[in-house]
């Protein structure tokens, strides 16, 4: 005969497997940002010939990769990335504290989702005269889709494209922090007195 596992403990250990999940990649994804000091520039428009959209993504992601903000986001993402995994250790072993160390690294980690976007929504606007004249460059060449886009509907795809990573993120966070606050008791370890 077998027993079956107390209905607590299923969904528990999901939510383990997605902090510990997140917070792996998060770190790993942080710690390279941070570590990466050099990058080589994107291969100019006459030799590469790309299409405008590609020619632009890879010119913010020089540009964002030699911006004074990127290490120091690397390295915030590196330590909430281990508060994640810290989180999902504490629900993991059913310590009182769990719930509060999961949940506050997932609100850090939105903080953070949101403010990497505000900064590549500025990094684009800054460079959109550079990334204007990148599609228009494609376009004087006949490069891929050239006579369907303007320049400013490939800035539009590219400002989208951000937009779609950051609704997903902060999807991705919110689902989990729900399924936090719903499933994993505020403290387990106190048990009411009976009277």
Known sequence: MTTKPPPATLPRIGIVVWLVLLGTCGLTRGVSEYSVTAIEPPPSVETAQPSAFTAGASHLAYTWMMSEWRRPLGLLAALISLLLIWGGVRVARRSPDGRWWASQALLAKLVLVTMEFGLQMRLAFAEKPKLYALAESVAAQGGESSSRLSPGQHFGLICAS?????????????????RVRQEVPANPGKQPRAA
């Open 162 to 178: 951000f937009a779609l990573s950051f609704a997903i993120g902060v999807a991705i966070f919110s689902y989990v922090l729900w």
